[in-house]
């Protein structure tokens, strides 16, 4: 497993051009110690004021906004946003009932929240959107958590009979940038003031709020004593190899590769399709980040507009490298 960590520095689609702290703390002059009090408190500024509308896309935002936070609160603090989030993103949830990237945020941010009971928001996840086999993590987490192998067994029965792993990327970035991007007005001047940092904050913020931890998932398909389980976690790690995020596709080529013989066939495709998936994602980055400064919330928007119409992570890549007039696939001497 160790290459997931490898590669989680370019599992995330950011618009590598700067970060949204340093780009608007540095125009509006903030010494750069207080960089990120500043940008924290016109973070928190702008979650107060988009929880007072009454559109779902601005109470999500919110929702994930208040979320993510600082990252020096205290443990009751912490507990106190999880909830004040939650109540967000139950109310957008009640408004847009039918949006799944809405209702896999309530998902995800109530299995953070202490005091919050998963089984109605997962419930809702599975009848919102019935083949998405990740609308099981939370109920999985439980299980392991209270030690019940035959649970486990069938939420991995459960989650194996899924179409797809998705976890809503780019629709909760789309998202947040709209909502952000409408709300302008009546944000801090300088808080995620142009396309660029607008859509670097949305993905950040919505990485952090939506992506779950996979490790309920691994720990259950590292104990293969059964043929059974064995067979079930393969079925499923091939889900989640077309999942619509990155992370999850590694995770996947990660679950699969443990439980296939070492360097068998098999394994070595693998290997070869998860660094084709890294390379994809690099190239696209390296190749979508623009040397002149002013083309910047132009390649933001055209970045965007892909997001919006592909909801895969890679999807994406593969359109940014087209564009670009670039291979889709390494050259044969790389490692």
């Not at 960089?35 to 973070?43: A, I, K, N, V």
């Amino acid at each position: 497993m160790h290459w997931i960590n490898k590669a989680l520095g370019i599992v995330t689609l950011v618009v590598l051009y700067s970060s949204p702290v340093s780009a608007t703390t540095a125009a509006a002059g903030v010494p750069a110690r207080s960089e990120l009090d500043t940008y924290t408190l016109w973070r928190a500024q702008a979650a107060h004021t988009l929880g007072m509308r009454h559109d779902s896309a601005s109470l999500a935002t919110a929702a994930a906004l208040t979320f993510v936070g600082a990252p020096w609160r205290t443990k009751a603090e912490v507990a106190r946003a999880a909830t004040s989030a939650v109540d967000y993103a139950a109310r957008a949830s009640d408004l847009a009932p039918d949006n799944a990237a809405i209702t896999w945020l309530r998902l995800h941010l109530c299995a953070n929240a202490i005091a919050c009971d998963t089984r109605d928001a997962a419930t809702t996840m599975r009848w919102v959107d019935a083949d998405n086999a990740a609308a099981w993590l939370p109920t999985l987490a439980a299980a392991q958590k209270d030690r019940d192998a035959l649970q486990v067994d069938r939420i991995l029965t459960d989650m194996a009979q899924g179409r797809r792993f998705d976890i809503y990327g780019n629709l909760t970035t789309v998202m947040m940038f709209d909502a952000l991007h409408r709300a302008r007005s009546s944000l801090p001047a300088r808080y995620a003031a142009s396309d660029l940092t607008r859509l670097t904050e949305a993905i950040g913020v919505a990485g952090a709020a939506i992506v779950p931890s996979f490790s309920p998932l691994i720990n259950a398909c590292r104990d293969t004593a059964s043929p059974e389980r064995r067979e079930t976690c393969v079925k499923l790690s091939k889900i989640m190899q077309r999942g619509d995020a990155v992370m999850t596709q590694l995770v996947g080529f990660a679950i699969e590769r443990r439980l296939t013989a070492a360097d068998s066939k098999e394994q070595k495709g693998l290997d070869e399709r998860r660094r084709l998936l890294e390379w994809r994602v690099s190239s696209a980055n390296m190749a979508d980040t623009p040397l002149l400064p002013w083309l910047r919330n132009a390649r933001a928007r055209m970045r965007l507009a892909k997001m919006r119409a592909l909801p895969r992570e890679e999807d994406v890549c593969i359109a940014l490298l087209r564009e670009h007039g670039l291979p889709l696939e390494p050259p044969e001497d790389h490692p």
